[in-house]
Nanobody
Framework: QVQLVESGGGLVQAGGSLRLSCAAS????????MGWYRQAPGNERELVAT???????DYADSVKGRFTISRDNAKNTVYLQMNSLKPEDTADYYC???????????WGKGTLVTVSS
């Protein structure tokens, strides 16, 4: 059974930092591209950052220079370090695991990040 469990969300003031974690189980973690997505109320889910199995990263323009995605294959965990948070970063943040081979695509249940002004 595949599980992606996010943690680390919470309430923070603008300018503050949070680190999200996503622990994966039931998959060969090192073979997956891992990503963070977010969805604010009334908005569609949007890409925040991805990291491939080889460590290549990609970011939404809105978070470049502020957020950093990383992974620890030994711990089957992907992280999202979020600095200089803004109220517009408020959203539910979801972890995603994707692999082209076999068309595998899995999602976590999300963790809420609230940034107060």
């Amino acid at each position: 059974q595949v599980q992606l469990v996010e943690s680390g969300g919470g309430l923070v003031q603008a300018g503050g930092s949070l680190r999200l974690s996503c622990a994966a189980s039931g998959i060969l973690f090192s073979s997956y591209t891992m990503g963070w997505y977010r969805q604010a109320p009334g908005n569609e889910r949007e890409l925040v950052a991805t990291i491939t199995n080889r460590g290549s990263t990609d970011y939404a323009d809105s978070v470049k220079g502020r957020f950093t995605i990383s992974r620890d294959n030994a711990k089957n965990t992907v992280y999202l370090q979020m600095n200089s948070l803004k109220p517009e970063d408020t959203a539910d943040y979801y972890c995603n695991a994707y692999r082209i081979l076999g068309g595998r695509d899995y999602w976590g249940k999300g963790t809420l990040v609230t940034v107060s002004s």
